[in-house]
C-alpha cells in the first residue's frame, strides 16, 4: 500500500497538483493556495505558471 502524498486541487477549475504537506486545507480538500480555498473571491487565479483557474 502506498500512502498518497499529492492530489490535484480541489478548486475544479484549477490544474495544479498539490504536495498535502504544503496544501491550504479548508473542509478537509486540499487546495494550492489561499485563492482557491477561498473560492476566488477577487476573481483571481492561483497564479501559477500554466494554470488558468478562475481565468
Known amino acids: ?5 499529492q492530489m490535484k486541487c480541489a478548486c ?8 498535502l504537506s504544503d496544501a491550504v486545507m479548508k473542509d478537509d480538500k486540499p487546495y494550492c493556495g489561499e ?7 477577487a476573481g483571481q487565479g492561483c497564479g501559477h505558471t500554466g494554470c488558468t483557474c478562475n481565468a
Open 12 to 19: 475544479d477549475s484549477c490544474l495544479c497538483v498539490v504536495s
Open 1 to 5: 500500500m502506498s500512502t498518497v502524498t
Open 35 to 41: 485563492a482557491c480555498a477561498s473560492g476566488h473571491p
